[in-house]
Antibody, heavy 121, light 107 residues
């Protein structure tokens, strides 16, 4: 059974940093790209970032480029999203999702439960 | 960047009705399109990928069609459990943009 356990959300002041983690199990971790998708309160889905199964290819939305870094650790079957210079508009529930292919150009077939990030003073 | 425009933004239909949601890409994306369903308080669920392939376990009343710039999600006979927001997403190239969503309610 595929499981994606997301952690690391919380309240952070503007300009602060936070690291989200997504611990994966139930599939061959290195064979699948992974994504982070966020949803601001009452709003739609926004793609944030994706990483290939090998970790060699990363993609970012323009809204987070230069501030967020996606990475993965195959020894821990975990994907991370390091977020810096956080802004109020980054406030959202952040979902981790497994992609069907090894490259980050495929659909997301499993989603974690999401973690709320609130950027506020 | 390619924009993804969904229409309508919301709809209300009766149980048993045929429901159609449209997603239009500002540039051609081949068939690199997925549809997701998100019920209130739940995580998104993959319904359709490659524009028209039904994800395993998804009821056959859901179908997808289209290629290039114009895509459609159809619910052949709307059921009460289909109340949700539906999103399209392109994944041919970055950014992997979602459409704005279509909120489906029962009349």
């Amino acid at each position: 059974e595929v499981q994606l356990l997301v952690s690391g959300g919380g309240l952070v002041p503007p300009g602060g940093s936070l690291r989200l983690s997504c611990a994966a199990s139930g599939f061959t971790f290195t064979s699948h790209a992974m994504s982070w998708v966020r949803q601001a309160p009452g709003k739609g889905l926004e793609w944030v970032s994706s990483i290939s199964g090998s970790g060699g290819r990363t993609l970012y939305a323009d809204s987070v480029k230069g501030r967020f870094t996606i990475s993965r650790d195959s020894s821990k079957n975990t994907v991370y999203l390091q977020m810096k210079s956080l802004r109020a508009e980054d406030t959202a529930v952040y979902y981790c999702a497994k992609m069907t292919g090894g490259m980050p150009y495929s659909e997301c077939d499993y989603w974690g439960q999401g973690t709320l990030v609130t950027v506020s003073s | 960047d390619t924009q993804m425009t969904q229409s309508p933004s919301s709809l209300s239909a009766s149980v048993g009705d045929r429901v159609t949601i449209t997603c239009r890409a500002s540039q051609g994306i081949g068939n690199y399109l997925a549809w997701y369903q998100q019920k209130r308080g739940e995580v998104p669920k993959l319904l359709i990928y490659a524009a028209s392939t039904l994800q395993s376990g998804v009821p056959s009343r859901f179908s997808g069609s289209g290629s290039g710039t114009d895509f459609t999600l159809t619910i052949s006979s709307l059921q009460p459990e289909d109340v949700a927001t539906y999103y399209c997403q392109k994944y041919n190239s970055a950014p992997l943009t979602f459409g704005g969503g279509t909120n489906v309610e029962i009349k």
